[in-house]
């Protein structure tokens, strides 16, 4: 893959990429209406992995901010958050959508969720994750309400709004185009689209 190469992630779709050291990603939010599941792997040991419980603890905040550094489960740097042109709101709270998730809210058949997008996308690299992290749920619209309860509600971004993740270490980042379309978390319309990213 070439610098500044533009690469899809499918609508309801995974897609991985390794990360040396250094390197920079670049997730688009195409259509400013899709939330991105995102989740790293340490290249050399995938059951180092970057956990949002051990993130939270490291910077005391539930939504990141530009300068943030997600760590893994062992505590050590794996992601930077160094640019943001969204409005900043990114969920580390709740965890990726599975089966289970849409049984609970009625399907009766298989729908694409964002747990079995990053198995797809890991098994591209011949990969198997050794499980399925709570993911950075890029662009995705979690308020906190004062009584401490949370709501589901559409992405605030914009067409074409990005983040740059930096690597701390070799590392595999997996992406899902959540394929969410029962709460209105990508967008009223319930219709998920294509996301982005470039390598740098």
Known sequence: MSASERIEIPARKGKAVVLKKGQAVRVINTHGTQVVDTWAFNLADPREFMSMEHTRTHTLRAIPKVGDVFVTNR?????????????????????????????????????????????????ELGMTPPETPSPLNLFMNIPIKPDASLSFEPTVSKPGDWVTLRAELDCVVAFSSCPQDIVPINGLARKPTEAHFEIS
């Open 75 to 123: 505590r050590r740097p794996i992601l930077t958050l160094v640019e943001d042109t969204s409005p900043g709101i990114h969920d580390t709270i709740l965890a990726a959508c599975d089966r289970y998730r849409y049984e609970q809210l009625g399907c009766k058949e298989y729908h694409d969720n964002c747990t079995d997008n990053l198995a797809a996308g890991l098994a």
